[in-house]
């Protein structure tokens, strides 16, 4: 044979091949619709979704094809749960403990009052059992749900008035959700569960007494400032509240393996891409609050936190009679924090006491 046709039937071979290859490369695309229970561009909860919903985009290239619908676009903000249970839509993003009233164990993959840290929380889903009994949770209603998500320690609310004590509680009209809004319940309180969207406006007109959000960074591109004054910390009720993707599970089960770790790295991502955003945010936007809208920071008492826990205490006892498997969920609960608690006693929170004590912060 010819040289030239040893490179012609080279270049054949080649052809074919490139032929044969084609189809395994041009895989089909899947249409995802993604609702949430955050309004459209607002900083750290709805930027945060919408990074997620554009991160498949990116990390599929192109090959997962995200519609993202903000709270109200095409469903309400309560109604992306069902929205994505059913199969209308993909995926939800959410803090799961917006669906207490269908499980009370909803509200420990969010947050719980006296509950654990970002850092904590990590550890008890990842190494500690905690994806199992969310896998167990969200399987009963056709959901698969993954972390994605976090603002770390959240601020305590905004008050018209000073809180002096425990007694000030009672006949207070407050926004705040899941487990924590269950302890204020206990103090005489009245809680309000209300997506972000509606706070503002119930606030300003005096249908709420106060609320509870996120943190200085969120907090003041709601301008709650703006009825109330009195801004306390450290929010009892959500010391490191997870946000999640819900994934209803016939989707994801019918995912290959690639496509699911696809979807698991984008949604791990912005668990720490979010929690990031909120530390570099909430500090100066905590000393903007101060000094240019007069507000006045306030720490809650030692009284009132033992009011909190004692409440507490009334919740979860009622919390763990509901089933089975919300008393497994908080038993799971309660070695992780004491075991990690333990660590974090000695690791984190010694270390940052000494070094503010040493260095003036």
Request: hydrophobic letters at 40%; proline letters at 3%; charged letters at 20%.
């Amino acid at each position: 044979m010819k040289r030239r046709d040893l490179l012609k039937g080279g270049a054949v071979v080649a052809a074919g091949a490139t032929t044969l290859a084609a189809p395994a490369i041009a895989q089909e695309r899947i249409e995802i619709a993604m609702v949430s229970t955050w309004p459209r561009d607002f900083p750290g909860l709805g930027t945060g979704a919408q990074r997620f919903a554009q991160r498949l985009n990116d990390i599929s290239d192109g090959r997962f094809q995200v519609e993202y619908f903000a709270a109200g676009e095409r469903v309400g903000a309560f109604d992306s749960f069902d929205e994505v249970a059913s199969g209308n839509a993909q995926i939800y993003h959410a803090a799961d403990y917006y669906w207490k009233g269908k499980h009370p164990a909803w509200a420990y993959f969010t947050a719980v009052p006296f509950g654990l840290t970002y850092t904590e929380l990590n550890a008890w889903i990842r190494f500690g059992g905690g994806q199992e009994l969310w896998d167990e949770l969200a399987g009963g209603y056709g959901l698969k749900n993954l972390m994605c998500g976090n603002t770390g320690v959240q601020m305590g609310g905004w008050f018209r008035k000073e809180m002096e004590s425990a007694d000030d509680f009672k006949g207070l009209k407050m926004r705040i959700p899941g487990l924590g809004g269950d302890v204020l319940a206990q103090l005489g309180a009245s809680p309000v569960s209300l997506p972000g969207g509606q706070i503002y406006e119930n606030l300003i007109s005096g249908a709420i007494d106060a609320t509870e959000w996120v943190g200085p960074w969120n907090d003041a591109a709601m301008k709650f400032y703006e009825a109330a004054k009195y801004y306390y910390y450290p929010g009892m009720h959500e010391p490191g509240p997870m946000l999640a993707a819900g994934i209803n599970k016939d989707f994801w089960e019918g995912l290959s393996h690639s496509d699911q770790v696809m979807v698991d790295a984008a949604a791990s991502m912005e668990n720490d891409v979010m929690m990031a955003e909120f530390n570099a945010n909430n500090g100066a936007s905590l000393t903007k609050l101060i000094n240019e809208q007069g507000v006045q920071l306030r720490k809650f008492s030692d009284e009132i936190y033992d009011s909190f826990g004692e409440a507490a205490e009334e919740v979860f006892a009622e919390t763990v009679e509901h089933s089975d498997l919300a008393r497994r969920v908080h038993e799971s609960f309660l070695r992780a924090r004491a075991d990690i608690g333990a660590w974090q006693k000695i690791a984190d929170q010694e270390y940052l006491r000494q070094r503010n004590r040493v260095t003036g912060i």
